[in-house]
């Protein structure tokens, strides 16, 4: 997340965090018109059963975020704390 951005800005965090998660080993798949429906619900529907199989961790998680108006996601992907566990998780096939 970059507040206020320009698109410019934006693009190049993208390509930039592209890169980082190609270099730890996580490749992406070229986006298409017509698998995005799919894929889309597949990735809510991951999404939703990450929050049901711990329903209360993510809604106090939540529910600090509103309270705090703080978000570990405001800075480019190699400097947020959260965004290298998830990395890891990933990787390694294993969650938190």
């Known amino acids: 997340m970059f507040r ?3 698109l410019s800005v934006l693009v190049e965090h993208h390509r930039a965090a592209l890169a980082y998660l190609e270099g ?3 490749p992406f798949k070229p986006v298409s018109a017509a698998s995005f429906t799919a894929d889309f619900k597949g990735a809510v529907a991951a999404q939703r059963a ?3 199989a711990r329903p ?3 809604a ?3 529910i ?3 309270a705090t108006k703080l978000t570990p996601h405001v800075a480019p ?3 947020q ?3 290298q566990r998830q990395i890891a998780a990933l990787v390694t096939g294993r969650r938190g």
Do not use: N
């Open 60 to 62: 106090v998680v939540a």
């Open 64 to 66: 600090w975020r509103s």
């Open 56 to 58: 209360i961790r993510w």
């Open 81 to 83: 704390p959260t965004g």
């Open 24 to 26: 730890r080993g996580l």
């Open 4 to 6: 206020d951005a320009p």
């Open 77 to 79: 992907l190699d400097k």
């Open 50 to 52: 990450h929050f049901l």
